[in-house]
């Protein structure tokens, strides 16, 4: 056999930022990004994608930016802002990844320039992929507005959109060249989206770190309380067990590991089910929990460790089952997330369990008849409440 | 400022493989790879993704590749090919992509299965760039089926189709997971497939390889006879200055540094203003020279070294020149193509010249007086020749 060898490495690095205001005047993080990267004998430009619904409870956030970049900065501002509708829908169809790939063209944005986007993880990660395409990679910076992509979807390495309702089922692996994370976005979330960011924190707690979960089963009054203080403390550190698990592993997922996922099976399906009427970290919640159920009924956790998990989401006032989730026998709708997810990762099935708080236990497949019993538990619990 | 630090590396290989009639029956190259590769408990799959060209003459390409996957491979087919019209029409539009993409999902092709690509240069950009995006990146084969992307787009990291006329304005970097250049294909060669792809061997000697020049210019009769070992040799050398130049260099051009160009700001325009009737490679050709009158006039290259270099191009049966070429003033359409270079490149303005033969120097500008001076040079030599 006749070949030539190719063989190399590419270095990636990033910083997220943790910021108040980030456009305020006074507030030099960004700036100092921006003068930090300045290319002598280059126009660089900036264009924002903005999710629709922060603009609606930051009606000065585009005077703010344009004052901002008023200022001495070496990067020129795109005058039109491209606002996108906000949620699940901003991904669902190739149409806004069309319409910023437009934008990009029309305003000669090159591999030099930026794309900024500040939202929701719909937003960045559309964003995000527009960007990773345009000119074979456009420098993207992250602006998450919300406490699920603060901690969780916006500090990572992937984008995508969805395919026919399959989620992400196209996109890239394309690490930002900055986050920053504004806590100012946290204190006019709704409390629907302030809650469902919790699940992934508590997730990565139950199957890496038994301390964090700990902390946020104390923490959990002062969560419901919608202290910042509390709250920025949770979104640090479950950022940092992100950013750390993916330089650890394999970052693009070129092999056969596994990213940081638990609960996600069934709760990509549910949302999709659900027509996205569920929110990602609603769906997670309860992903967690009938995974967490299986594990016991399989004889793999206590039976009193998932008592106390559905406790911890019962208080933060997660809805902790859905008719959507039920799984009644092998056709049931929901178990087509378990080929989806397979197809998605590749491979062969791999789902993590938990075998104690703190740590997870991946296995290779789900026995439907426990399952239907995981979502039985979880449809009596429910029951208990609303009783 | 308060931050987390992000940093790591991602490993990227595989092989470019010279081979002759890779899907024979007795030709073991293409399924030890697979072998090699296999995963137990993992079901992986197939799809070929096929230039319609390649099959107009090569019919009984399907048959032998359906033979081949009889044999004991631990890999499926996907029953079905997809057949896709060559040429740079591949990738004009998304509709092709948008196909493979539909393909990829019906037939359940995860990241752990492969796309593979027999064809042009223009049919592996798409179905690489598809390949790329689907799942976030599916184990993606080449098999180049013309000396141009034998010896250069076929071997190297990018991936892409084309917006609104702009060449590879959307696309991706990403490795292919091995690269067969099967020599059978090039027997079958239009005369200027064959010929179009020798341009970007002769780029790469004068900008890097003296020798390697040198020596293509001495078998350039046998290049024009079309004999299958020399061009066996030059196709292996290119490749092999290209894989060298990616993992010595910036493989993603991350930063500022630049890809193996020179005369391709003007080519990639003139392709467009042809509307793809000129070949990538004989515009490269046309390009090549452009810049080389230029290095010449500007007084950077010997004007004597400009005219062997013509000579080399005339002899092998290259077009030196063509209306859309010429530079009249600062208008000339074929000068935008300086504009969209730069923007594709990102930066500041950078294009490659000549100081002598094998040795490239990076300019910042160039000036309108002398370009157009440079190209009726070559309207000139066009004059001479079909006098």
């Not at 990565?204 to 309380?225: C, M, P, R, S, T």
């Not at 709708?333 to 789902?351: A, D, P, W, Y």
Request: hydrophobic share 40%.
């Amino acid at each position: 056999m006749d070949f030539l060898e190719q063989s190399f490495n590419v270095h990636f690095d990033y910083r997220v930022y943790f910021t108040s205001n980030i456009f305020d005047a006074f507030n030099m993080d960004f700036n100092s990004f921006l003068k930090e990267r300045s290319q002598p004998s280059t126009v660089q430009k900036i264009l924002f994608v903005i999710d629709e619904g922060v603009l609606n409870t930051h009606t000065e956030l585009t005077h703010q930016i344009r004052s901002y970049f008023n200022n001495d900065l070496p990067v020129s501002l795109v005058k039109d802002f491209m606002v996108i509708p906000g949620g699940e829908e901003a991904k669902n169809s190739s149409r806004n990844f069309d319409l910023i790939i437009e934008a990009i063209d029309k305003n000669g944005i090159d591999r030099h320039s930026y794309v900024a986007a500040i939202g929701g993880g719909s937003v960045l990660d559309l964003a995000g992929y527009a960007s990773a395409v345009a000119h074979r990679g456009i420098k993207h910076i992250r602006i998450p507005t919300t406490v699920l992509s603060q901690n969780d979807s916006g500090v990572g390495v992937k984008n995508g959109i969805n395919y026919k309702g399959k989620k992400n089922f196209i996109g890239t692996f394309a690490p930002p060249v900055a986050v920053f994370n504004d806590d100012r976005f946290l204190a006019t979330l709704s409390e629907r989206d302030w809650r469902a960011g919790i699940a992934e924190a508590i997730k990565v707690g139950l199957i890496k770190d038994a301390g964090f979960y700990h902390w946020i089963e104390q923490n959990a009054d002062q969560l419901i309380d919608r202290d910042r203080g509390t709250m920025n403390i949770l979104i640090r550190q479950c950022a940092a067990l992100h950013l750390q698990h993916i330089a650890s592993g394999d970052p693009f997922e070129l092999g056969s590991s596994r990213p940081l996922d638990f609960g996600h099976w069934s709760a990509h399906k549910l949302e999709q089910l659900s027509e996205f009427k569920v929110l990602h970290g609603e769906a997670v919640a309860m992903g967690i929990l009938l995974d967490t159920f299986y594990s016991a009924l399989s004889g793999l956790l206590p039976m009193q460790k998932a008592e106390r998990i559905i406790q911890l989401f019962i208080k933060l006032g997660f809805e902790i089952t859905n008719p959507l989730l039920d799984v009644q026998d092998e056709n049931s709708e929901i178990l087509k997330g378990l080929q989806e997810f397979r197809e998605h990762l590749g491979g062969r099935l791999t789902v993590m369990l938990l075998s104690d708080i703190g740590i997870g236990e991946e296995v290779h497949d789900l026995d439907v008849a426990l399952l239907k019993k995981a979502s039985e538990k979880l449809d009596e619990y429910q029951y208990e409440m609303t009783k």
